[in-house]
């Protein structure tokens, strides 16, 4: 039976951090059963059929506000509607302030087997700088109690880049961070959306601007130190020891198909990209209606789907298999390429090994210009 994943976006945080541009709303209880209750709906009203569920992920925003009881209603109608395989990858991301023992000991219990936490740094002042409203004691608890309650397969985020401590303090973070033996990192260069108190701070000459030449040495940094402590690099962003790449991020850079649940959700299911409307009012409106809250559907041509082929496999570590994207699209992948592979190999960012065409380190630093150079014209 083919293969579905399934995503839950929670769109509900504490309060905003100063450098997000996510859709996210403050938290409120009345709201939050509202939206679980609008959340099950759409779960029943987009039912695929003839899918086994093979992973499920609950991100947001901030999911570990949901109650066990929220959460249990959430899984129970997946189960109801759904076949999910008996090893499904079920990941609950969360916020280090807002779980303790007891929650993380029962959403365990409820089926999450993979738990991906906020971490983002393991410095106080840091964590002001962000916004965030966790401390890096927090963290700490978190992890442990994870480990406590049984996750054996667990997650930190952290952000590189911050300008408001030099290389060699993140360089010291990173021996911190391997010596939390993770199962998986995901670290992202810290990038300011103007619309953000932080980038209004760098607006205004509050606050120094996030340099891109400092990202790029933390990011070489990273990339050494992860992989002397037995990380591999498999994704632009991700690093996992063997085994625990993340199956669920994996199905978007393959191009599987996802189902996209809640506010602000995306979708590709039977060549199509959905997404759903982005307005929480609009979303529990439509549902209390019986109707699925779509904002776009846009059925992907041939010439998009190649496209998307290319630049979601090249973030991979093994890049794209030239041969099988031939077969699949029916095309000469290099003949088509010539230009564009000769002129990213001259200038180091691409490299063709064993007949895959791959970023190289450098190419990894600047995906950007890799990937607008294989969008349709
Ligand atoms: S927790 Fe995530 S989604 Fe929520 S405000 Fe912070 S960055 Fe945005």
Same mark, same amino acid.
């Given at each position: 039976? +083919?293969?579905?994943?399934?995503?839950?976006?929670?769109?509900?945080?504490?309060?905003?951090?100063?450098?997000?541009?996510?859709?996210?709303?403050?938290?409120?209880?009345?709201?939050?059963?509202?939206?679980?209750?609008?959340?099950?709906?759409?779960?029943?009203?987009?039912?695929?059929?003839?899918?086994?569920?093979?992973?499920?992920?609950?991100?947001?925003?901030?999911?570990?506000?949901?109650?066990?009881?929220?959460?249990?209603?959430?899984?129970?109608?997946?189960?109801?509607?759904?076949?999910?395989?008996?090893?499904?990858?079920?990941?609950?991301?969360?916020? +280090?302030?807002?779980?303790?023992?007891?929650?993380?000991?029962?959403?365990?219990?409820?089926?999450?087997?993979?738990?991906?936490?906020?971490?983002?740094?393991?410095?106080?002042?840091?964590?002001?700088?962000?916004?965030?409203?966790?401390?890096?004691?927090?963290?700490?608890?978190?992890?442990?109690?994870?480990?406590?309650?049984?996750?054996?397969?667990?997650?930190?985020?952290?952000?590189?880049?911050? +300008?408001?401590?030099?290389?060699?303090?993140?360089?010291?973070?990173?021996?911190?961070?391997?010596?939390?033996?993770?199962?998986?990192?995901?670290?992202?260069?810290?990038?300011?959306?103007?619309?953000?108190?932080?980038?209004?701070?760098?607006?205004?000459?509050?606050?120094?601007?996030?340099?891109?030449?400092?990202?790029?040495?933390?990011?070489?940094?990273?990339?050494?130190?992860?992989?002397?402590?037995?990380?591999?690099?498999?994704?632009?962003?991700?690093?996992?020891?063997?085994?625990?790449?993340?199956?669920?991020?994996?199905?978007?850079?393959?191009?599987?198909?996802?189902?996209?649940?809640?506010?602000?959700?995306?979708?590709?299911?039977?060549?199509?990209?959905?997404?759903?409307?982005?307005?929480?009012?609009?979303?529990?409106?439509?549902?209390?209606?019986?109707?699925?809250?779509?904002?776009?559907?846009?059925?992907?041509?041939?010439?998009?789907?190649?496209?998307?082929?290319?630049?979601?496999?090249?973030?991979?570590?093994?890049?794209?298999?030239?041969?099988?994207?031939?077969?699949?699209?029916?095309?000469?992948?290099?003949?088509?390429?010539?230009?564009?592979?000769?002129?990213?190999?001259?200038?180091?960012?691409?490299?063709?090994?064993?007949?895959?065409?791959?970023?190289?380190?450098?190419?990894?630093?600047?995906?950007?210009?890799?990937?607008?150079?294989?969008?349709?014209?």
């Amino acid at each position: 039976m +083919p293969q579905l994943s399934l995503y839950v976006h929670v769109p509900f945080c504490l309060r905003k951090c100063g450098y997000c541009s996510f859709v996210s709303f403050p938290d409120r209880d009345e709201t939050r059963q509202k939206y679980t209750d609008a959340l099950t709906r759409e779960i029943t009203l987009s039912r695929q059929d003839g899918f086994t569920v093979s992973t499920i992920y609950f991100g947001g925003g901030t999911p570990s506000l949901m109650s066990e009881r929220q959460i249990n209603a959430i899984l129970e109608r997946i189960h109801q509607l759904y076949t999910v395989s008996e090893d499904a990858e079920i990941t609950l991301e969360a916020n +280090p302030g807002t779980v303790d023992g007891k929650y993380l000991q029962s959403v365990r219990k409820l089926g999450f087997n993979r738990l991906s936490l906020g971490v983002q740094s393991l410095s106080e002042k840091d964590l002001v700088f962000l916004g965030r409203c966790h401390s890096a004691k927090d963290s700490l608890r978190a992890i442990h109690e994870a480990r406590l309650a049984g996750f054996n397969n667990l997650s930190l985020d952290f952000i590189y880049g911050l +300008p408001n401590r030099t290389t060699s303090v993140w360089r010291g973070m990173l021996d911190e961070i391997i010596g939390l033996s993770a199962d998986h990192l995901s670290l992202y260069g810290l990038t300011l959306d103007p619309d953000t108190p932080l980038g209004r701070a760098v607006a205004s000459g509050r606050t120094p601007a996030p340099d891109p030449d400092q990202a790029a040495e933390e990011y070489e940094i990273t990339s050494r130190k992860l992989a002397e402590a037995g990380y591999r690099h498999y994704e632009i962003s991700n690093w996992a020891r063997p085994g625990f790449e993340s199956r669920h991020n994996t199905v978007y850079w393959k191009r599987g198909e996802y189902l996209g649940l809640g506010v602000a959700a995306h979708s590709f299911i039977n060549g199509s990209r959905i997404s759903n409307t982005v307005s929480l009012d609009g979303y529990l409106e439509t549902l209390s209606k019986g109707e699925l809250p779509r904002d776009e559907i846009e059925a992907i041509n041939p010439e998009l789907a190649l496209s998307e082929t290319i630049f979601l496999g090249l973030r991979l570590e093994d890049g794209i298999s030239m041969d099988d994207i031939g077969r699949q699209f029916s095309i000469d992948l290099p003949g088509r390429y010539v230009r564009e592979i000769a002129e990213l190999s001259a200038l180091g960012l691409v490299e063709v090994s064993g007949g895959n065409l791959k970023l190289t380190p450098r190419g990894r630093l600047l995906g950007n210009e890799v990937f607008l150079r294989f969008l349709p014209s």
